[in-house]
């Protein structure tokens, strides 16, 4: 699965193999054509409930929607399904949150989603995810990857590399987390 094109300046991987989960992330930050931040951090841990996730778009928005996934778990007794539904539907009908513009990737050890400010709630059926710009790049090279003997963590850092040679968005500067 994949941003819609709209969303520019980031890359993130979410891989599951081998019962690791990986989400790893580029830190370019841009403002239009201009870099302003290299090492931007857009993966983050949710230690208490042993939840990752990656977010593409505006970082105080997706920064917003992390707090928010946070709640949401924490109301729901850690169950990722029930507090991703939850946020998406906020998401789509909260007069504030409708205008946050990003995607996040998401993920514990049983389950991943992709959920968007549209409401959905989308889980993918090979293991993997890429999202934002660099999301297509991304997400092609893990398939490929996949096939390999390298590991979750290998293929999400592989991929987000490669996407940083094609994607002007995205960069190397790579930050992963994993459960």
């Known amino acids: 699965m994949t941003s819609n094109s709209n969303w520019h300046g980031t890359t993130i991987v ?11 992330g580029d830190g370019q930050v841009s403002l239009g054509n201009t870099v302003i931040k290299s090492t931007a951090k857009k993966v983050r841990k949710i230690e208490k409930r042993n939840v990752i996730a990656g977010f593409a778009g505006s970082t105080a928005d997706a ?45 514990d050890k049983e389950k991943s989603f992709i959920i968007s400010g549209t409401g959905d709630v989308l889980e993918p059926e090979e293991g993997i995810i890429g999202i934002g710009s660099g999301g297509n790049y991304a997400l092609a090279a893990a398939k490929v990857l996949m096939e390999t003997k390298m590991s979750a963590e290998e293929i999400a850092k592989k991929s987000i590399q490669v996407a940083s040679e094609i994607c002007v968005f995205t960069n190397n500067n790579i930050t992963l987390e994993k459960i």
Do not use: P, S
Request: cysteine-free.
């Open 63 to 107: 920064l917003t929607l992390f707090e928010r996934l946070e709640a949401k778990l924490e109301k729901h007794a850690g169950n990722l399904t029930r507090a991703a539904v939850e946020l998406a539907k906020d998401w789509r009908t909260d007069k504030y949150l409708r205008r946050l513009e990003a995607l996040m990737a998401i993920a």
């Open 14 to 24: 979410l891989i599951r193999k081998d019962k690791n989960v990986v989400v790893a």
